[in-house]
T-cell receptor, first 113, second 114 residues
Framework: DQQVKQNSPSLSVQEGRISILNCDYT??????FLWYKKYPAEGPTFLIS?????DKNEDGRFTVFLNKSAKHLSLHIVPSQPGDSAVYFC????????????FGKGTRLSVIA | EADIYQTPRYLVIGTGKKITLECSQT?????MYWYQQDPGMELHLIHY???????EKGDLSSESTVSRIRTEHFPLTLESARPSHTSQYLC?????????????FGPGTRLLVL
């Protein structure tokens, strides 16, 4: 059973507009969440993270929102740029710290100029 | 950001050959991981290690093996490569800072088995 779900395999957004990528999780023990960005033929790059004690974390154009009651997080990119076109992975970890990160299947974002 | 290196970046090899994919990190991270990813597909954890002489299998069954003799080095070996092993292999590491770990990835090795 998938514990971290990214239900949208792909998303297209116009340059300059907002991109919103969504992620749902089922394990209530998860309390640390991360977003990674991946270009083809490269390794994923860490983007931004959020702890469960917060509901928002911002870093430049990237903001992650966490809704613990809904077990939902989202990544907002404003404004979107063509260079943001990549696959975005959501990941989560649990307090125990003895198990690796759990990744979603990814969402492919295409930013159209 | 962690410095983590993978060699080779690209490898084309014939069926039946033995190969070793190298992964090294210079940040002194205790935790290291190997993932396999087919194009456009999800990341599959195949091996991980939480320290020297410690290795575990991941979620995806793999015919590869790993070793962790030194903290900075986590090589992956395929004794007899097959076309089904064609994939991208990603190595990652993370510090042992409690449970809020951030994994840092290497550039990956693209393997093609003919």
């Amino acid at each position: 059973d998938q514990q971290v779900k990214q239900n949208s395999p792909s998303l297209s957004v116009q340059e300059g507009r907002i991109s919103i990528l969504n992620c749902d999780y089922t394990n209530s023990m998860f309390d640390y969440f991360l977003w990674y960005k991946k270009y083809p033929a490269e390794g994923p790059t860490f983007l931004i993270s959020i702890s469960s004690i917060k509901d928002k974390n911002e870093d430049g154009r990237f903001t992650v929102f966490l809704n613990k009651s809904a077990k939902h997080l989202s990544l907002h990119i404003v404004p979107s740029q063509p260079g943001d076109s990549a696959v975005y992975f959501c990941a989560a970890s649990a307090y125990s710290g003895n198990t690796p990160l759990v990744f979603g299947k990814g969402t492919r974002l295409s930013v159209i100029a | 950001e962690a410095d983590i290196y993978q060699t080779p970046r690209y490898l084309v090899i014939g069926t039946g050959k033995k190969i070793t994919l190298e992964c090294s990190q210079t940040m002194g991270h205790d935790k290291m991981y190997w993932y396999q990813q087919d194009p456009g597909m999800e990341l599959h954890l195949i091996h991980y290690s939480y320290g020297v002489n410690s290795t575990e299998k991941g979620d995806l069954s793999s015919e590869s093996t790993v070793s962790r003799i030194r903290t900075e080095h986590f090589p992956l070996t395929l004794e007899s490569a097959r076309p089904s092993h064609t994939s991208q292999y990603l190595c990652a590491s993370s510090p042992s800072l409690g449970y809020q770990e951030t994994q840092y990835f290497g550039p990956g090795t693209r393997l093609l088995v003919l």
